[in-house]
């Protein structure tokens, strides 16, 4: 897999596009059906006001994404700063920076939309000198896939850290570092059964969510912000740098995440074919 990874991310990107459009798609969609039931369970689920057409249609727009997602992030792999800088736009950085850089420190919180791994180059778009970024992730099953996916990360200047070694590292690195530690999180994962401690209230329903993001920011202080995503066209995509709080520490438990999960659901309304749809995100809801 690395090594058709390698030499499909010297295509240009409209090369690429065109795989998506003309063999990806057709073939997640028509041929394979790739996770087609449980993208369409989790979209009735969240949209019950919608007809079967519009569910439908909808499901159809996430494969023409899903497959560009796929393209993406092979392009990743040899992607140019300058390119990147293009495609990706950045809304206020300037005040998120600020604010880690008051609290040594920080979280940003996103879900899977859009191309989330483009976002890692928020690494290179703050002041390097004094903000470190960190990507916090869960190890793939495949190590070749694994593998590929660090060196996407680290290239965009981002150190990878697994999420069971979080606290750990992130205890280290308080004492350590003479940077502002700044934390990116995908925290809407879906949570082990180990793990369902907290729910709030996700398109209607009672969902469990993680709550690392939130643990984190409360013991250390730290501001939290949402990364807003959308696409306004093909390959191009606004990230808005939205305020949780300037000091989690200072707010209620489960403050944080529920603002999170609103700002979510929100996004996802706001541009539902860019959410990860295929991922059995409600299997451990309680509508009781």
């Not at 700063?81 to 920080?106: H, P, S, T």
């Given at each position: ?23 990806l798609y057709p073939l997640l969609y028509y041929v394979v059906h790739y996770r087609r039931s449980m993208v369409m369970s989790n979209i009735r689920y969240c949209f019950p006001e919608k007809s079967e057409a519009a569910c439908k249609q909808m499901a159809r727009q996430f494969y023409h994404h899903f497959a560009d ?220």
């Amino acid at each position: 897999m690395s090594i058709a990874i390698r030499i499909l991310s010297v295509l240009p990107l409209r090369v690429l596009y065109a795989i998506a459009s003309f063999v990806l798609y057709p073939l997640l969609y028509y041929v394979v059906h790739y996770r087609r039931s449980m993208v369409m369970s989790n979209i009735r689920y969240c949209f019950p006001e919608k007809s079967e057409a519009a569910c439908k249609q909808m499901a159809r727009q996430f494969y023409h994404h899903f497959a560009d997602l796929c393209v993406e992030i092979i392009h990743a792999y040899r992607i140019s700063d300058e390119e990147l800088r293009e495609r990706v736009v950045f809304e206020g950085l300037d005040e998120a920076q600020a604010a880690f850089l008051q609290q040594k420190g920080g979280v940003f919180m996103l879900g899977h939309m859009g191309c989330w791994e483009w976002m890692a180059d928020v690494a290179k778009r703050v002041d390097r000198n004094r903000i470190h970024t960190n990507v916090i992730y869960l190890k793939l099953d495949n190590k070749s896939a694994d593998c590929i996916m660090m060196q996407i990360r680290e290239k965009r200047g981002c150190t990878p850290i697994e999420m069971h070694k979080l606290l750990r590292e992130a205890v280290r690195l308080r004492k350590e570092s003479s940077k502002a530690e700044v934390y990116c999180m995908l925290a809407d994962q879906k949570p082990s059964w180990r793990s369902l401690q907290f729910y709030t209230d996700f398109f209607g329903h009672n969902t469990p969510f993680l709550t690392g993001s939130e643990k984190i920011a409360r013991k250390f202080a730290y501001p939290v912000y949402y990364a807003d995503i959308t696409m306004p066209s093909r390959g191009h995509y606004n990230i808005r740098l939205l305020p949780i709080t300037t000091n989690a520490q200072c707010c209620e438990e489960g403050f944080v995440s529920r603002e999170y999960v609103k700002l979510l659901e929100a996004n996802i309304i706001k541009q539902p074919s860019i959410w990860l749809w295929s991922h059995n995100r409600f299997k451990w809801n309680n509508d009781k």
